[in-house]
T-cell receptor
Framework: GENVEQHPSTLSVQEGDSAVIKCTYS??????FPWYKQELGKGPQLIID?????GEKKDQRIAVTLNKTAKHFSLHITETQPEDSAVYFC???????????FGTGTKLQVIP | DAGVIQSPRHEVTEMGQEVTLRCKPI?????LFWYRQTMMRGLELLIY????????DSGMPEDRFSAKMPNASFSTLKIQPSEPRDSAVYFC?????????????FGQGTRLTVV
């Protein structure tokens, strides 16, 4: 089955700096890569996703990149703000949500 | 829509007692998932249903855990008898079905403490 590894497990950045979270996956059949943000006391929420037919996707301060050859994908947050502080999960799936495998999560702390 | 609704939000129970967690998925979604989240193991998929039918329960830890979905708007996760190691946050999520229905919406979770 799919194995998703995520690094780092914790990340502290100064407000305004960028944050990068990296993930690798094992199943070459995976073609869908969502990222979820989990705030304290809440369930995970989808913030951005990317499919294997594109290498990069941006949404305001958030971007994801995908390298299918190396089986790497990353989340980039620019101009971080305190409200970006949360746990972020990457995930991979060969198709549809039913087969999503989550990474272990990255706790991001943005220091004002 | 109010989103995925879970109840109770918090549950404290004594070891050996039966615990029932409840979930109401988003109307129109036909896939429902139960997850367990702990510091040690992260987010684990326990079971998921498509059109009220259990499809994959390989994540259910043992026979003490059971899940049902009697209709499209309600699901339960039951633990009997409960043990301290079952303490975790349990999430329910729902989504549409098919390769293009890829966003899952999570409830706020039930924090279970077994003492």
């Amino acid at each position: 089955g799919e194995n998703v590894e995520q690094h780092p497990s914790t990340l502290s950045v100064q407000e305004g700096d960028s944050a990068v979270i990296k993930c690798t996956y094992s199943d070459s059949a995976s073609n869908y890569f969502p990222w979820y943000k989990q705030e304290l006391g809440k369930g995970p929420q989808l913030i951005i996703d990317i499919r294997s037919n594109v290498g990069e996707k941006k949404d305001q301060r958030i971007a994801v990149t995908l390298n299918k050859t190396a089986k790497h994908f990353s989340l980039h947050i620019t101009e971080t703000q305190p409200e970006d502080s949360a746990v972020y999960f990457c995930a991979a799936s060969p198709g549809g949500y039913q087969k999503v495998t989550f990474g272990t999560g990255t706790k991001l702390q943005v220091i004002p | 829509d109010a989103g995925v609704i879970q109840s109770p939000r918090h549950e404290v129970t004594e070891m050996g007692q039966e615990v029932t967690l409840r979930c109401k998925p988003i109307s129109g979604h036909n896939s429902l998932f139960w997850y367990r989240q702990t510091m040690m193991r992260g987010l684990e998929l326990l079971i998921y249903f498509n059109n009220n039918v259990p499809i994959d329960d390989s994540g259910m830890p043992e026979d003490r855990f059971s899940a049902k979905m009697p209709n499209a708007s309600f699901s339960t996760l039951k633990i009997q008898p409960s043990e301290p190691r079952d303490s975790a946050v349990y999430f329910c999520a729902s989504s549409g079905m098919g390769p293009r229905n890829t966003e899952a919406f999570f409830g706020q979770g039930t924090r279970l403490t077994v003492v």
